[in-house]
């Protein structure tokens, strides 16, 4: 009998208000609400409130790797900020921000264009008098709440926030609440 089963990777778009995992209240928005697969189980969160690419494996050597900040995994976000990104910010984004718990690793940083995305829901806040741009970060480490904490720290503040890669997955064209094995 194999002992080992096959290496099962399942690439998830998490949608706005779900939780990383399988189990919780029943007025929770879960993964087992989307997934069912058994003993897959996510490698790294996302935030309630953040959307996109989620992994998820049954490998916990592979989980361990995505996971692991010495691994380095780069991931890449689009995000949604307040305001007009100066150059200054960006240059401080990507030399590393100071945050309550250290300097960040250095990141990738550019503004993109408004991204075609899906609608989300709800809808972000919007105010009449502040604009809003895109930007693409990609960052090595994956601190609680880091990639808000960091654009908060230069005076973006996040509005929107969406993992489209994870070290070699990319989200793709899944759609929010849609998944794919590789």
């Known amino acids: 009998m194999n002992k080992h089963p096959k290496t099962q990777v399942v690439l998830f778009n998490k949608p706005f208000n779900t939780l990383c ?20 189980y996510a490698a790294g969160r996302l935030d309630k409130d953040s959307e996109g690419l989620l992994v998820l494996t049954n ?14 995994q780069p991931k890449t976000y ?4 307040e305001g007009i990104p100066t150059d200054l910010e960006l240059r ?20 993109i264009e408004e991204p075609d995305l899906w609608e989300r829901n709800p809808p972000i806040r919007t105010r009449k008098n502040i604009p809003t741009s895109w930007i693409e970060l990609t960052i090595t480490e994956g601190r609680n709440r880091q990639v808000r904490r960091m654009t908060a ?14 070290g070699q997955w990319e989200l793709g064209a899944l759609l929010p609440g849609q998944y794919r094995c590789t």
């Open 153 to 166: 720290a230069v005076g973006l503040p996040t509005l929107r926030l969406v993992r489209m890669k994870v």
């Open 59 to 72: 490998n916990g050597k592979l989980q361990h790797k995505i996971t692991d900040p010495k691994h380095k």
């Open 92 to 111: 401080q984004l990507a030399e590393g921000v100071q945050l309550k718990d250290g300097v960040t690793r250095p990141a990738q940083v550019k503004v």
């Open 21 to 40: 995992q399988f189990s919780g209240e029943p007025s929770d928005d879960l993964l087992s609400k989307y997934i069912d697969i058994p003993e897959v």
């Open 78 to 81: 689009w995000v949604q900020v």
